[in-house]
């Protein structure tokens, strides 16, 4: 049975579109993400935020741009991430703890000019150098300055889209870069994951969780 599911679920397809298929399985009211906020998100609140937050990101970037993602664990990094999916950009997510050279080697090297950040991150983490560094070379956008373009029109645009939209399966864009990560073994480089590598990764963890629970 378990081979059967694996089999017949779609892995050539790009990452947002096996969200809104998460989302046709589970329901829009099942929660995926927590953190220290304490303010669940459900598949329903992440699609709509995502739709929101995007459009006003697309404004700042064009179609397959590579985006730098500084922002820890959290689910400000989850809807920023798939924000960036859902409007065809690319994140490009940067290790602050790294120093700020090699970070902007790794911005050089992926050709990154605009980083979304958080300005409750920077303070807290006391990152200014870091973002100091990488203003140098790049255009610093602060979430919360984002978010504040967000107004009511705009959510419920954006809540109107996540109703209407079901998942497409473009398997033609399953081999489109879908997300940028350095590796820090040389500073210098990042590595590219497409959309269909992301999926098999993900279901090989799925099969090999699935294999422990059952022993």
Not at 19 to 26: F, T, Y
Not at 34 to 44: A, K, T, V, W
Not at 157 to 166: N, P
Not at 195 to 209: G, K, N, T
């Amino acid at each position: 049975l378990l081979k059967s599911t694996f089999a017949a679920a779609p892995y050539d397809t790009t990452l947002f579109d096996a969200l809104l298929e998460a989302r046709r399985q589970h329901g829009g009211a099942h929660l995926v993400a927590d953190d220290i906020d304490q303010q669940p998100l459900s598949y329903r609140g992440l699609i709509t935020a995502s739709y929101a937050l995007g459009s006003k990101i697309a404004r700042r970037t064009k179609v397959s741009e590579r985006v730098g993602v500084l922002l820890p664990t959290s689910r400000g990094a989850l809807v920023t991430f798939f924000a960036l999916q859902a409007t065809g950009r690319v994140p490009a997510m940067l290790n602050f703890s790294a120093g700020p050279a090699s970070v902007k080697a790794a911005c050089r090297g992926a050709e990154v000019s605009l980083i979304l950040t958080s300005r409750r991150f920077v303070e807290k983490a006391k990152l200014d150098s870091l973002v100091s560094a990488l203003g140098e070379q790049a255009t610093i956008v602060y979430l919360e300055d984002v978010r504040a373009e967000i107004g009511v029109p705009t959510k419920i645009g954006a809540l109107i889209r996540s109703l209407a939209t079901g998942p497409r399966h473009r398997s033609e864009r399953a081999h489109d870069p879908a997300v940028l990560a350095e590796p820090w073994t040389v500073p210098s480089r990042t590595m590219k994951l497409t959309d269909q590598e992301l999926e098999e990764s993900a279901r090989c963890e799925d099969r090999s969780l699935a294999h422990m629970q059952g022993l």
